[in-house]
């Protein structure tokens, strides 16, 4: 199958720009930034907490009820898990192969269902060496370091997600201004969104497409239908038996081989 975009015209409304929150400690950062520069927020987990204004909270199937917002925000934003997301990642093959953790798996939720033109991550390069505070709240779980057979190689999830993402007409860039992120995205500062035409956000998939190694994807997803790691209620961890890590690590470095990237950690 060839890795193009799904949409190559360009319309004249304004782009579909939207945050991706995660828990990391900078991202207070967007504590100050207008809600107007993005179409819609979206909150990972405990990210609800760092501004008042998203629109969406994606949660862990796993997360403590006693962690969500209370009736007022409820009635003002919508709050999503694993009922909406499994299927949502299923249709982007799977989480053995997309990766089982929750900066990626809301990623490919917001694809899927509110279909942006940007989607900007902050707050979730995954890198936790600061052990005083690994969270903006204080200390937290790491989930994407945790030993699972889905997140050998994070790099690489984020490599694939990349490429998926670009297929759906959709553009990932980090607003981190951290020195290391376990995202591949393309770095862009907050204050150049403001200058994201969607003329100009064409030209920026183009030109990422053009440094893809499309063979290298292509050969990538082939193997992942021939595996046939999927598991439509998602849960892969009833299954483990039947995966072998050998192939999965063989995928993560075609997927890190199409976008050119070395893993960081």
Same mark, same amino acid.
């Given at each position: 199958m060839t890795i193009q975009p799904v949409e190559t015209s360009v319309r004249d409304d304004a782009p579909r720009i939207m945050l991706l929150l995660g828990s990391a400690p900078d991202a207070v950062r967007c504590e100050p930034w207008?809600?107007?520069?993005?179409?819609? %927020?979206? @909150?990972?987990?405990?990210? +609800?907490?760092?501004?008042?204004?998203w629109d969406f909270l994606v949660h862990a199937g796993d997360f403590p009820s006693d962690r969500l917002p209370g009736d007022a925000t409820l009635r003002q934003a919508r709050i999503f898990s694993a009922t909406q997301y499994v299927p949502a990642q299923n249709a982007f093959g799977?989480?053995?192969y997309a990766g089982a953790t929750?900066? !990626?798996?809301?990623?490919? +939720?917001? %694809?899927?269902?509110?279909?942006?033109d940007v989607l900007a991550f902050l707050g979730c390069d995954m890198i936790y060496d600061r052990p005083d505070k690994t969270h903006f709240y204080g200390i937290g779980r790491p989930d994407p370091l945790r030993d699972d057979v889905t997140l050998r190689n994070l790099e690489a999830k984020s490599a694939r997600l990349l490429v998926q993402a670009l297929k759906h007409d959709c553009l990932?860039?980090?607003l981190s201004d951290l020195p290391r992120s376990r995202?591949?995205?393309?770095?862009?500062?907050? /204050?150049?969104?403001?200058? !994201?035409?969607? @003329?100009?956000?064409? *030209?920026?998939k183009a030109e990422i497409l053009g440094? %893809?190694?499309?063979?290298?994807? *292509?050969?990538?997803? *082939?193997?992942?239908?021939? !595996?046939?790691?999927?598991? *439509? /209620?998602?849960?892969?961890?009833?299954?483990?038996?039947? %995966? /072998?890590?050998?192939?999965?690590? /063989?995928?993560?470095?075609? +997927?890190?081989?199409?976008?050119?990237?070395?893993?960081?950690?």
């Open positions: 207008p809600k107007q520069a993005f179409s819609r %927020i979206v @909150a990972i987990n405990n990210a +609800w907490r760092v501004r008042p204004d799977g989480f053995v929750m900066a !990626l798996t809301a990623a490919y +939720w917001t %694809i899927h269902s509110q279909k942006p990932c860039i980090n995202l591949v995205f393309p770095r862009l500062a907050f /204050d150049a969104l403001g200058g !994201l035409s969607l @003329a100009r956000i064409a *030209e920026m440094n %893809i190694r499309l063979d290298k994807a *292509e050969k990538a997803e *082939e193997i992942e239908k021939d !595996l046939g790691y999927f598991y *439509e /209620d998602g849960m892969y961890w009833n299954h483990l038996d039947e %995966i /072998d890590e050998t192939f999965l690590a /063989d995928i993560d470095r075609l +997927w890190m081989s199409a976008v050119g990237k070395e893993r960081v950690g």
